[in-house]
């Protein structure tokens, strides 16, 4: 580590910060939220409470995990592409969209979701 601040500065090592606190922030309050609107919904559909509870978590999971993807694809590009590791959120994502496509951020998709 004090190779990579000795080289390329201490700077180097919040790459990929923005998306990180962007993205996380988001996936938290909406699985959160998600989850405390579905837990009504679903129980009303499924008798039993734990099943039924069960269910609104990993739908909240899955939503909030779809939301999650484009953050989670710019920090990595950040993080491993030269030309996007000194672009921030706000240039970044508009960047790596322009280059490659909306879709191209949630390529990611299935392993987010695995990970709920």
């Known amino acids: 580590m004090l190779s990579i601040i000795k080289d390329e500065g201490p700077h180097v090592l919040a790459t990929?910060?923005?998306p990180t606190i962007a993205?996380?922030?988001v996936e938290?309050?909406?699985k959160f939220g998600v989850y405390e609107i579905m837990k009504p919904i679903t129980k009303s559909?499924?008798?039993n409470q734990a099943i039924a509870y069960i269910t609104a978590s990993i739908f909240?999971?899955?939503?909030a995990s779809i939301?999650?993807?484009p953050m989670e694809s710019l920090?990595?590009?950040q993080v491993t592409d030269p030309e996007y590791a000194d672009r921030g959120l706000l240039t970044g994502l508009p960047k790596l969209i322009k280059d490659e496509g909306l879709l191209s951020t949630f390529s990611g998709i299935?392993?987010?979701l695995a990970k709920q």
């Open 16 to 18: 990929g910060l923005g």
């Open 23 to 25: 993205g996380y922030g």
């Open 28 to 30: 938290g309050a909406m």
């Open 45 to 47: 559909i499924i008798d």
């Open 60 to 63: 909240a999971g899955a939503v």
């Open 67 to 69: 939301l999650l993807c």
């Open 75 to 77: 920090r990595i590009r």
């Open 110 to 112: 299935w392993a987010m």
